[in-house]
């Protein structure tokens, strides 16, 4: 007798593994599950199929392609889970710089359901200090804006193809700006309110016209141009 | 002898609690998991709920430091194939190092995961036609990454509120929406949308410091759209193909703005 109540508690024991356990015997790969705990170091850089959140799932789920017929999304890997983070981001910032500390402005949200009312075929807009905007166009039927005011901006505005049209204001100090158009049927606009400003168009193509103009100090311009069609029109008020 | 198995009995208990699965669903219906039973005891506190069949619910919950894991219609378990329907998975997690992934595959799945404490993370990945993935973070180092393939009609949404949040999304298909809302004294933010295919749309809105925003499309007819009021702000708008927008707002100092067109739909 005293046999079987051994054999009762071992049965009994195993059973409460098994329950407390037990999605390592029903669910997920058997290799990983229970495992949750690991406290790797973000060193591993894992591919998709390295290892996976907790639990479960370190591959790429069954039955999807990526594009190309490549591996599909990514699940997290462990290296990339918080209190490890060390995530993989295209043109992330980076880890180096945690910011400065200072407290951010806050944002209500209430305008969180954004306006579709606009839809631009490119276009910045800067109130700033030190902006920098640049927009690269290669197409048909382009056209890109550029507003800038605040301090020390500066613009750019290269396109290629067909029925461009360029524009780009600024307001402020410092600024600096530069448009280059190569196709068919390009316009292309510059105004300057400000100081220290300066002013550059090129055009190659069809079509072409330009306009400069500068009202505020030491401003420059130029506008060269190459094709037919053309125009220009340079303004100064200081 | 006794004394030794019932020592035995007792550590099988721990282990399995440091361990511990909630739930382990693989017949339909709905589930509910709450694992706050455990807050205190200074557990790490693994919670699963494994479901393949249409028209599941699952919900956990959890306070402390926890994982978090729904699976919907994959090959969760050993052998087993199938999409799945109109499936809802809801993860509520309030703790330290709080970790939430939902994976669905299917059609009409909602994914909703949401966040209050510090180091959580959220990941999010589905594959099917008409998803959605709504992910809201109060907190801090917080990380998002969702991911949606294989179908049309897929959205996601963020909302985060805390520090070193980052989010990553990627979505492949057509009519997708993303939208990625940063702010509430948000430091450090990073926000970034991958779209591939026709008609999508992106959005990111940051406020706070040290902001940074990316949006790549590829495809056609998309729209994309930055917004930032902060400072050492960047964004980036890259886009492939016809009839493209892009627009990039910011107020603040340091700001960068970026965008790259190519293609483009003739008069």
Do not use: C
């Not at chain 1, 790429?60 to 699940?75: A, L, T």
């Not at chain 1, 048909?140 to 360029?166: E, P, V």
């Amino acid at each position: 007798m005293g046999r079987y109540k051994n054999l009762a508690i071992i049965v009994l024991v195993l059973m409460v593994a098994i329950f407390m356990t037990g999605n390592i015997l029903f669910a997920g790969p058997p290799e990983h599950a229970g495992s949750p705990d690991d406290s790797g170091n973000g060193s591993g850089g894992q591919g998709p199929d390295g290892d996976g959140p907790p639990g479960l799932v370190d591959e790429i789920p069954p039955g999807i392609v990526g594009p190309g017929g490549g591996p599909g999304f990514e699940f997290p890997g462990e290296s990339e889970l918080p209190g490890r983070l060390n995530p993989f981001i295209p043109g992330d910032p980076g880890e180096d710089d945690p910011g400065n500390g200072k407290p951010g402005k806050g944002d209500p949200g209430d305008d969180y359901h954004w306006d579709y009312d606009f839809e631009p075929i490119a276009f910045i807009y800067q109130v700033g200090d030190d902006n920098y905007g640049r927009i690269d166009q290669h197409g048909a039927g382009n056209w890109a804006g550029i507003k800038q005011l605040g301090d020390h901006n500066d613009s750019s505005i290269d396109q290629y193809g067909d029925d461009n049209f360029a524009g780009v204001i600024q307001f402020g100090h410092g600024n600096d700006s530069s448009i280059k158009q190569d196709g068919y049927r390009n316009f292309a606009g510059i105004g300057q309110f400000g100081y220290d400003n300066n002013a550059d168009i090129e055009q190659i193509g069809n079509y072409n016209k330009a306009l400069i103009t500068q009202n505020g100090n030491n401003n420059q311009a130029s506008i060269e141009q190459n094709g037919n069609g053309l125009d220009l029109d340079i303004s100064f008020n200081w | 002898m006794r004394k030794a198995l019932i020592l035995g009995l007792a550590l099988v208990f721990v282990m399995g609690m440091t361990t511990m699965v909630a739930a382990n669903n693989h017949l339909d219906g709905p589930w509910y998991v709450d694992t706050s039973v455990y807050t205190g005891l200074g557990l790490e506190v693994n919670a699963e709920i494994l479901q393949l069949g249409d028209e599941d619910l699952a919900e956990i919950e959890q306070h402390g430091y926890n994982h978090a894991f729904i699976g919907q219609g994959y090959e969760f378990t050993l052998g087993d194939y199938g999409d799945s329907f109109q499936n809802e998975a809801f993860v509520k997690q309030d703790g330290q190092l709080n970790e939430a992934v939902v994976g669905q595959r299917g059609e009409l799945n909602f994914a909703d995961i949401n966040q209050v404490g510090n180091d959580n993370y959220a990941g999010v990945g589905q594959d099917g036609d008409l998803m959605t993935a709504n992910i809201n973070q109060d907190a801090n180092d917080s990380f998002v990454r969702a991911s949606q393939f294989g179908g049309e009609g897929s959205e996601v949404l963020v909302d985060q509120f805390g520090h070193l949040n980052r989010v990553r999304t990627r979505q492949d298909g057509d009519d997708h929406f993303a939208q990625v809302y940063q702010a509430e004294g948000s430091d450090w933010n990073y926000a970034n949308i991958e779209q591939s295919g026709v008609d999508q749309n992106a959005f990111i809105k940051q406020a706070g410091m040290d902001n940074g925003a990316y949006i790549n499309q590829q495809g056609s007819w998309n729209f994309a759209k930055v917004d930032q009021d902060g400072n050492y702000n960047e964004a980036i708008i890259d886009q492939d193909a016809y009839d493209l927008s892009g627009l990039i707002t910011q107020k603040g100092n340091g700001n960068t703005g970026q965008i790259t067109q190519t293609g483009g739909l003739a008069d």
